[in-house]
């Protein structure tokens, strides 16, 4: 005996807004939480992880107050950019322009939280927020790409 569930479109576009509208919430929450006061350069934050290992081994600090956020910022993406993947999928649209979409407006809903964030007194605006985001919108977007792939089943 097969199940398979289907999801229709509509409702992956209601779960794409409850994404949405979690992502802005939490970016209200987290203003004038930031751990950093200054715009620091793309990939300011790798360059700095580097460094320290180089010096001294990984210590707790770098972790919660480096690495935690790189990974924050992708997985706060990946569910986001895996419902718009699927949202856009079509079988008329190719594959890579769905890929293409997904990223561009992944890159773009952050740039905007980004610049949204910049003009807050209590501002957490970063450069490299948009990169891992946009990272996390990729990768949810492989994600999308691969469910179609993948069958799981239970015995």
């Known amino acids: ?26 970016t209200v929450w987290m203003s004038g939480k930031s751990y950093a006061k200054v715009d620091p350069l793309p990939f300011e934050d790798l360059r700095h992880i580097s460094q320290r290992i180089a010096r001294h081994p ?3 600090h770098i972790l919660a107050v480096i690495i935690v956020p790189i990974i924050a910022n992708i997985l706060l993406f990946v569910p986001w950019g895996f419902l718009l993947f699927i949202a856009l999928y079509t079988i008329d649209r190719p594959t890579l322009q769905t890929y293409v979409l997904t990223v561009l407006l992944g890159f773009t809903f952050t740039c905007a939280i980004e610049g949204w964030q910049y003009f807050l007194p209590d501002r957490v605006a970063d450069v490299n927020d948009i990169i891992w985001n946009t990272t996390g919108a990729l990768l949810g977007a492989i994600l999308g790409h691969l469910r179609e792939r993948v069958r799981f089943e239970f015995a």
Not at 1 to 26: A, C, G, N, W, Y
């Open 58 to 60: 990984v210590s707790t």
């Open 1 to 26: 005996m097969s199940t398979e569930i289907t999801i229709k479109r509509p409702v992956t576009i209601v779960l794409l807004l409850v994404v949405t509208l979690l992502i802005i919430m939490t």
